[in-house]
Every structure is written in C-alpha cells, then in structure tokens.
C-alpha cells in the first residue's frame, strides 16, 4: 500500500513532485480525511445563490455530498447531504427553495438549522412499533460544517481546528476578493466539466502561468494573455494559495517574437477574428489587470478573463476524475450591454472555451501517461528555485511548489524525509 | 425549390448539418447558417433555472467561423470523429417565413484508438428560413442534456 508517508520528496523545495501522489487510491482516501475533512476552508457557492430563507444548493466537498442551505433567520448552514437514519442522500436537486429537509427513503424531516424535526409512525400504529421510548428525536442533528463568508463567498471546513477564515485567505486573496466582489452580483448560470484526471493535476494547471500561452495558443495569438506582459503571482504567506495576475497590451511584438520562438505554435500566424467583440476588455477595476487566476487551497478557483468572472469548485470523483463547477456572474447593476458582453466572452472559458479547453486534455495527458511511472517525479523548476513566494514575472511555476508545500504538510509527512 | 417540398428541404438541412460535422467538414456546416444568425449550445440545467449563460454561442456567421478557425489553428482539443444520431424531425410550423423544427439528439466521439463514448444528448431547437428556394438556420439552439461535459466541447454539436 502507498501512503503519502511513503512518497519519495528528492528535493526540499518541491520541485521534484512524485507522480504517485496523483494516481493512488489509498492516497486519495487520506485526502479525503486530512485535506478536504482537515483545517482547510473549501469554498461552497455564493451567498448570491441563496439569497432567501429555504433557499439552497447541493454540492460537494471533494466527495462528501453537502446541503447548503439559509436558515430562516438569514445565516448560512451546511452539512453533510446524508439522512441521519439510514445514510439515504437527503436532497437531490441541484437548488431550490425548501422550509424543511425531508428524506425521500422514510420522510424524516429536518429544519433548515440541520435538526431532526419529524419521523413518520414515531409512535408505531395502535401501539405497536415505531421508535422506542427513549428515542430523543432533538438529539439528532445533521452533520454540519462550519460556514463563514468572506464577501458574499462561502467557505466550509469540517475541522473545529481550522484557523478563522479571513487569516486562512491571508491578506493578498482577501484583496483580491475584495476587488472582485466590490458589490451585488448577478448570477448568469453553471458550467459542468468531467476531466479523467487527478484533482491536483488541474491545482497545478492553475498555478502555472507559464502554460497559459503555450497550451492555450488562442491567448497568445490574441494578445489577451502572453507571459511577456507585465505580471506576476502573488502568494500568501503558506504558499498554498496563489494570484497570478497580468495586464493586456504590455508586451511588444519583438519581444514575444524572440519569446515564442523555437516554439511549434505559431503566435503571428496573422490570422484576424471577422468578430473581435469577445476580444475588448471594458476595464472595471481600478487597477491595470486584465487577468487574474486566484486559487485558494484546496478547491476554488477565481478568474477574471477581462470582463468574464467566475468561479471554479474542484470537485474530485476520485483520484482519476475530477468535475470543475463554474459558477459565472457579473454584477447586480450591469445594463444589457454589459450582460451581453459577459456572456459573449463566456466563449473563452469553460468546458468549450476558446482559451480553456485545452486544460481537459493536458490533465487526462499527464494521468494517462504517468500511470506506470509513479516512482517518477515531475519537475517544476521554472521561474527558479528554492523559495517559495511572490515574484513580478510570469514564466513560472513557482505556486505549484506552493500548493505541494502545504500538501506536504497537511498530509503529516515526516519533514525529516525531504531531500 | 423545383418540386422538393419545404418540408423535405428542411429535413435535409438537419441531416447535412450533422453529416458535415461528422465530416469534419466545418468550413461547410458554417455555410448552413444566415448570415445574421444565432448559434447555441445551451446546458439544460441553465436552461431549466433560467440563466442565460451558453456553453458556446455565436451571435453571427463570422464568430461561426471564428470558432473553426481557432480549431484548425489555435486550439489543441482531444482528436476524435463525432457521429451525430438524429431523431424524426418535427417541422411545427412557420410565421413570418421561419419555421420552427425540433429534433432530438445523441453524439458519439470515438478517439483515435477506436473506443466510443456518448457524448451528449440533446435537442435542437432551430428556427429555418429559405433564402432564394435554399434552406438556412437563423436559429440553431442546441440544448444539452449532457451538460456535465466530459473532457471538453471542442467540435460543434
């Protein structure tokens, strides 16, 4: 049996990653428990997706099934989506708007604070049957989760030990947030992509600009994002996660003709979109950014692709299968035009985005490949090594050292089995 | 039109439309739509909760082609054939010279090792216009039941 004790660390600074971390089951459980189970926050939905009492969604936690729900007096509650009686799956549908959680199998019937509320025949019929005297139906309660919000996202962790959620953010994400989630949003709909492949290979994908350019050569040739442009990652202080962040029109053509040669894509090849609008960023931000890429440890991502924002949960369906949830949005006081602009550039992300497509594959790629080589190692040297933190440029893979670090530590191995 | 009837004509029109995406001949699917036409692929979770979000939408011919000319040139996406199967076509009428047509469908992607999956099921919900006797979408709008989409949407539906 593998364990992640017995992963072989050649390097102390995480640029050599076993590949067996991707690929073994017994691993994935332990996952299970000291990632997804353990001190860590994993993000749920939006507030703006439940923004009613009753209302809820259904979702997952890597894959543990959770029911978020608000209660009625307005705060958020989420638990295990599991009946307490004989483990049926309490709620089926993706959302909607319930003043009691009623168990299909036998009708127990839980309030939207997760508390046991009614059981049918709990007193048997003509005195016979049904649940024994000393059956104390309030002290059964759903398994919850504690859930705190940062700006409207919410946040759930299993553990009680888990630090407070805006030290777990630390300062550079909350900023981030903060500059995204300025004001009320406006919920456009739901993606769903199923990728054959481990949940960490698409954590990597996420906190590597450098590929952004070369797998997604639609980037490049389209000047949206090119790692020449000013940019750079920023971490917070565990490395675990990440802001990578550049600005449109801040390379020049020399520059990237010197960058992406000896490349096979041809970055120039001057083909001409006959529709440009999908193109034009409307800048919204203060700042010059019109790209940013914010993974937050161990399931979230935030993109703003120009004008295009939304979130990404990670869910893993085990260690070969993962299925990424975005959930897009603009804001509650867009006009028409803005909407439209939204959804139109909604053709560059996604399961069928111009720019994102390629993710799918590169992950079912690297799973498929390394299925026989998990003694081998990854190497992830670019944009240096040793230290792990904040830098100014984009050819890098300096966060996916970081997402390894923090792996390494929640997962309990031995600090004195590196290098 | 010669003595092919409406109907007929707009059967055909579904049956090149799939034929030429299993084809991989792209450049003349693209010439089955108007010029100002609408192409989407809807996911029917979005469709059902009422978002208006797209898995993939074109507002005119030109993003049509946008779209082939990123797949030939820019994207990288799983190579596979797709083999659209298509249900009986239900012409439902026609006002102001358009006539809406239904049909259900399924997509099979096989890879380049031979295996098969099913890859979405679906309906088209078109709108047809006739320009010059030559049947043409204005409308394709393609609800996906399959809107967990595996891998990726690279090639139309």
Not at chain 1, 55 to 79: C, E, M
Not at chain 1, 203 to 212: A, E, T
Not at chain 2, 138 to 156: G, H, Q, W, Y
């Given at each position: 049996?593998?364990t ?14 076993p ?5 073994d089951?017994d ?6 428990e ?7 926050w994993s ?17 997952y936690v890597?894959?543990?099934p959770v ?12 638990f295990?989506?599991?009946c ?7 709620k089926?549908?993706?959302r ?14 839980y309030?939207l ?12 019929h ?7 005297p000393?059956?104390d139906i ?15 996202v ?10 407070p959620l805006?030290d777990?953010?630390?300062a ?9 989630f ?5 919920l ?14 698409y954590?990597?994908?996420?906190r ?11 980037h490049?040739t389209f000047g949206l ?10 971490l917070?202080?565990r490395?675990r ?9 801040t390379?020049d053509?020399?520059?990237d ?17 006959e ?11 203060p ?13 979230m991502?935030?993109?703003q ?21 975005w ?6 006081d867009d ?12 053709n560059?992300?996604g399961?069928g985005g ?5 993710d799918?594959?590169?992950?079912e790629?690297v799973?498929?490949a390394v299925?026989r080589?998990?003694?081998?190692h ?7 090594k040793g230290?792990?933190?904040d ?8 966060p996916?050292?970081g ?5 390494y530590?929640l997962?309990g ?6 290098a | 039109?010669?003595d092919?009837?409406e109907h ?10 799939v034929h ?7 450049e ?5 739509f108007?010029?100002d ?7 029917r979770?979005n469709v ?5 979000l ?13 779209r ?9 996406y799983?190579?596979?054939t797709d ?7 239900r ?9 809406s ?10 890879t380049?090792d031979?295996?098969?999956d ?6 088209y ?14 409308e ?16 139309p539906i």
């Amino acid at each position: 049996m593998t364990t992640a004790m017995s992963l072989q660390w050649p390097t102390d600074d995480f640029s050599r990653i076993p590949f067996a971390a991707y690929l073994d089951e017994d691993i994935y459980v332990e996952e299970q428990e000291r990632i997804f189970r353990g001190p860590t926050w994993s993000y749920l939905a939006l507030e703006a997706e439940i923004p009613d009492p009753g209302d809820f969604i259904t979702t997952y936690v890597g894959d543990t099934p959770v029911l978020v729900n608000r209660q009625r007096d307005g705060k958020v509650s989420a638990f295990v989506n599991r009946c307490m009686h004989r483990g049926s799956m309490l709620k089926r549908e993706c959302r909607g708007n319930a003043t009691m959680h009623t168990c299909l199998y036998h009708q127990w019937a839980y309030d939207l604070t997760g508390q046991l509320r009614a059981v049918p025949f709990a007193k048997g019929h003509m005195g016979r049957g049904g649940l024994p005297p000393d059956f104390d139906i309030k002290s059964v309660q759903l398994t919850s989760l504690h859930v705190e919000s940062y700006r409207g996202v919410l946040f759930g962790t299993f553990s009680d030990d888990t630090e407070p959620l805006a030290d777990y953010l630390g300062a550079n994400v909350r900023a981030e947030l903060d500059r995204v989630f300025n004001r009320p949003l406006n919920l456009l709909g739901y993606q769903r992509q199923r990728i054959l492949g481990n949940w960490k290979l698409y954590n990597d994908n996420v906190r590597d600009p450098n590929h952004g350019a070369l797998l997604h050569m639609f980037h490049a040739t389209f000047g949206l994002y090119r790692p020449t442009q000013r940019g750079g990652v920023k971490l917070d202080d565990r490395g675990r996660h990440n802001i990578s962040y550049s600005m449109m029109g801040t390379s020049d053509d020399e520059a990237d003709a010197e960058a992406f040669a000896g490349t096979k894509k041809v970055f120039d090849k001057g083909f001409r979109l006959e529709d440009p609008s999908m193109l034009q960023y409307d800048k919204e931000f203060p700042d010059d950014v019109s790209l940013t890429i914010l993974s937050i440890f161990p399931n979230m991502v935030l993109q703003q692709i120009t004008n295009s924002l939304c979130t990404r949960q990670i869910q893993t369906r085990g260690p070969g299968e993962l299925e990424l949830y975005w959930t897009y949005f603009g804001y509650a006081d867009d006009d028409e035009e803005m909407t439209r602009h939204r959804l139109n550039q909604a053709n560059l992300v996604g399961p069928g985005g111009l720019i994102s497509m390629e993710d799918g594959e590169a992950v079912e790629m690297v799973h498929r490949a390394v299925k026989r080589e998990q003694d081998e190692h990854g190497i992830v040297e670019i944009g240096g090594k040793g230290e792990i933190g904040d830098h100014d440029y984009l050819v890098t893979e300096i966060p996916i050292r970081g997402f390894w670090s923090y792996y390494y530590e929640l997962m309990g191995i031995d600090s004195e089995q590196a290098a | 039109m010669g003595d092919m009837s409406e109907h007929a004509a707009i059967i055909n029109l579904m049956a090149d439309y799939v034929h030429l995406i299993d084809e991989d001949r792209l450049e003349e699917w693209v010439e089955l739509f108007t010029d100002d036409c609408t192409y989407k692929i809807l996911s029917r979770e979005n469709v059902e909760a009422g978002y208006p979000l797209e898995l993939m939408s074109c507002h005119n011919k030109g993003m049509l082609r946008d779209r082939v000319v990123s797949l030939r040139e820019a994207n990288l996406y799983n190579l596979h054939t797709d083999k659209h199967v298509l249900s009986v076509v239900r012409v439902l009428g026609s006002s102001d010279g358009a006539w809406s047509v239904q049909a259900n469908f399924s997509v099979y992607q096989s890879t380049l090792d031979g295996e098969t999956d099913l890859f979405a099921v679906g309906t088209y919900r078109d709108k047809v216009v006739f320009d010059n006797g030559n049947p043409l979408f204005a409308e394709k709008i393609v609800v996906n039941d399959t809107f967990a989409v595996a891998r990726m949407l690279s090639t139309p539906i």
